[in-house]
């Protein structure tokens, strides 16, 4: 799969959020795009997936050379595109494991539910996820660290093409950053799944082997490189990039 946007405008409240962004994305590469609160990074990667209340105003976003601006989430996620949530919802009365059972279902055929689930109970293990917390409700009373490792746990049950992370770092300790990245890297070596790990600081980016790293300000890629990127913000700051 190749994931393309190109020059992608997007408003909110009459308020240009993103600003014409252009990304390409070829399945198995890891991408990285960092920036401040309020950059853009979250918008875009909300209308890469299809939220309803964003509509771009010009560009496109293609799949394979196809425009999917006309389609709804969840046929975007058939076509195998993935968002992580940077704030995972609480879905009081909906089972985890329905709801993993129910989404593979969505994107999958001839779904085998006893492969499914020790497909699950293996990766649950990897990720350190308590006993308990499979038997709860989607994300229901779970800690933020939680929540992230359950939406990689998906990323994981679902197998996509390319997967859009939202600050799968946040809410997390030391070692569960560790424990995330790892799991993160597995999945994505696995199954060949592109990744783009969307976050504001460096510390899960030194568990992983990121390719390609962009820096986004005032909702556009201001800078675009490899890893040298992120040793310049950890000593400059994103000061040095919006200055230019």
Not at 163 to 186: C, Q, R, T, Y
Request: charged share 25%; glycine share 10%.
């Amino acid at each position: 799969m190749i994931l393309e946007v190109k020059d992608l405008h997007v408003p909110i409240d009459g308020k240009e959020i993103v600003g014409g962004v252009n990304l390409k994305v070829n399945q198995g590469e890891v991408h990285v795009i960092m920036g401040h609160n309020g950059s853009g990074k979250t918008t875009l990667a909300k209308t890469i997936m299809g939220y309803p209340k964003l509509k771009p105003t010009a560009g496109d976003i293609l799949v394979d050379g196809q425009s999917i601006l006309a389609l709804t989430p969840d046929k975007r996620a058939k076509l195998g595109l993935f968002l992580g949530f940077q704030n995972p919802v609480e879905v009081e009365g909906v089972g985890f494991i329905n709801f993993l059972h129910s989404a593979k279902e969505a994107v999958s055929t001839n779904v085998n539910t006893k492969e499914l689930m020790a497909d699950i109970r293996a990766d649950a293990v990897g990720l350190k996820m308590v006993d308990n917390l499979i038997g709860r409700s989607l994300n229901q009373g779970f800690s933020g660290g939680e929540k992230k490792k359950a939406e990689v746990l998906q990323m994981g049950v679902l197998r996509p093409k390319i997967a859009i992370l939202d600050e799968p770092d946040s809410g997390l300790d030391i070692d569960a950053v560790k424990v995330v990245a790892e799991n993160i890297n597995a999945f994505s070596k696995k199954y060949n799944i592109g990744l783009v790990i969307i976050t504001h600081y460096s510390r899960i980016l030194n568990y992983m082997d990121p390719q390609f790293v962009h820096v986004m300000a005032n909702g556009k890629i201001v800078a675009e490189g490899g890893k040298e990127i992120i040793e310049k913000l950890e000593k400059e700051g994103y000061e040095s990039f919006t200055k230019q």
